[in-house]
Structure formats: C-alpha cells, structure tokens
C-alpha cells in the first residue's frame, strides 16, 4: 500500500503543548525531525503572539525553533535560529519528562529556565523566584529536586568545554 504525500506530512507533524500550572499555556505544530525512543527532535517557527524580548534575546515572527524533548530528562532546549539562519542561543526548559502520546508531545514546565547565547558568553539561569513560589518544593519535593538538578546539568553543560564525546549532548552549544 502506498502513502501519499499528504499522509507522510501527517506522520511527521505533532503538536507540542507545554503545560504550566495545570493548564494548557501553548499548543502547536512542529515536523519531527527524528525520534530515537528517547529524545524527540522537533523544529517550528516562533508560535507566540509578536515579539518577545526577554531584554537579553527577542524572539520574533521569522524566528525558527529546534526543539529537543527527552522522555528520561527534565528539561527541554530549544535553539533558537533567525529567519536568515544566525543562530541565537539556546532556551532551556526545566521540565517533567515529556510525553509523547500519537501525535503530541505533552511538557509540563517546572518554571525553572536557563538561556544560553548562540557565541555562549551568557549563560544565564532564570525564573528562580517563580520556581520558589510556586511551592513545588512542598507540594511535590520529588519533582522539585529533579527540577534543580537538571537546572545545575544545563548550567554545567552551557558551561563545560564543548566536548559532545564527553557530554553525550550533540544538540549543545559549540564553542
């Protein structure tokens, strides 16, 4: 049986949906670009609503996103490209596990995030407090020493020397 184009593309579109707080706070589509059991690599163009900037990165309509999403990790990172190509940096989330039912993949944010820029002389760990006020340290302390854990991993990772022998971490910056 042969499968048209059509049926291909939607083997190879899911969406991702980030939760936070309980609640759906983002869905949409992205191409999955491999799957090897563990990680989910994805890329989508910006999805938020105009310009973002975080005073130290502006992401903007034309921007494209390479996602990673682990189903063993608790984070994500996103690199983050321009519409010409120039790469910005990497945007990571602190995250559960993903889920990867038929067609989605499902992260639920744990507020912690660290971004790290394209040339790596910012390495910068963000939304700490949000973290603390959240509670998630009371109300699931499991969840909440996985999220510091893997904040202190990218952090070390950003900023080790770029070995991806050593790290195992081909999608992390080079420098």
Same mark, same amino acid.
């Given at each position: 049986m !042969?499968?048209?184009?059509a049926e291909q593309e939607a083997v190879r579109t899911v969406d991702v949906v980030l939760v936070k707080g309980g609640r759906t706070k983002i869905r949409y589509p992205a191409v999955v670009l491999d799957d090897d059991?563990?990680?989910? !690599?994805v890329r989508a163009p910006w999805a938020g609503d105009g310009v973002r900037d975080f005073g130290f990165v502006r992401f903007e309509p034309g921007d494209v996103f390479t996602e990673h999403y682990w189903r063993t990790r608790w984070y994500a990172v996103k690199e983050v490209w321009t519409s010409e190509g120039r790469l910005k940096g990497w945007y990571c989330d602190v995250t559960r596990p993903a889920l990867v039912p038929s067609g989605e993949i499902v992260v639920t944010d744990l507020e912690l995030d660290l971004w790290v820029s394209a040339d790596r002389s910012a390495v910068l760990r963000l939304d700490e407090d949000e973290f603390a006020a959240s509670g998630l340290d009371r109300t699931d302390p499991v969840a909440a020493d996985h999220a510091v854990r893997a904040l202190d991993e990218l952090e070390r990772l950003a900023r080790a020397p770029h070995d991806p022998a050593a790290v195992h971490a081909p999608w992390w910056p080079a420098g």
């Open positions: !042969s499968v048209n184009s059991g563990d990680r989910v !690599s």
